[in-house]
């Protein structure tokens, strides 16, 4: 198909990208729909969605997790890592982690994460932040 426009649906880190394709290309687009990207949406910012799956993160595999992520964040993780480290936060995306799906087999590029989840969460903060001058809490 040759298509000239296009309507986007993004979910979560996907959420991320749509809001960022329409930024860089608006004309090309007939619409985006970006469902609950993490950090964007009224949730906190991404330190309160980290810190809120760390919270809901078996307390004797927290250390581990942010090991795993700050090694893949400096650019030192391994491949073999990456599923380690989103399984033992998997359960945490789940209402009731005691009893959340397998999680689903997992290849990335430890680089390729890093500097997209760099990328993606750079002015989230500001975001939060002025959204909640403008909403404060009750």
């Known amino acids: 198909m040759n298509w000239s426009r296009a309507l986007i649906v993004g979910h979560s880190w ?30 906190g910012g991404m330190a309160a969605f980290e810190a809120e799956m ?31 480290s989103m399984g033992i936060v998997w359960p945490a995306y789940f209402a009731d982690p005691d009893n959340a799906p397998p999680m689903p087999p997992l290849r990335m590029s430890v680089p390729a994460y890093s500097g997209i989840l760099a990328e993606v969460t750079t002015g989230l903060e500001e975001v939060a932040e002025a959204r909640r001058a403008r909403h404060p809490s009750p």
């Open 54 to 84: 760390l919270a809901r993160t078996p307390q004797d595999r927290r250390e581990r997790a942010h090991e795993l992520d700050a090694r893949a964040m400096a650019g030192k993780g391994t491949p073999e890592e990456v599923p380690e």
């Open 14 to 43: 996907g959420g991320h990208l749509a809001l960022r394709l329409v930024a860089a290309l608006p004309r090309r687009l007939l619409g985006v729909l970006a469902v609950d990207p993490p950090g964007v949406v009224g949730d």
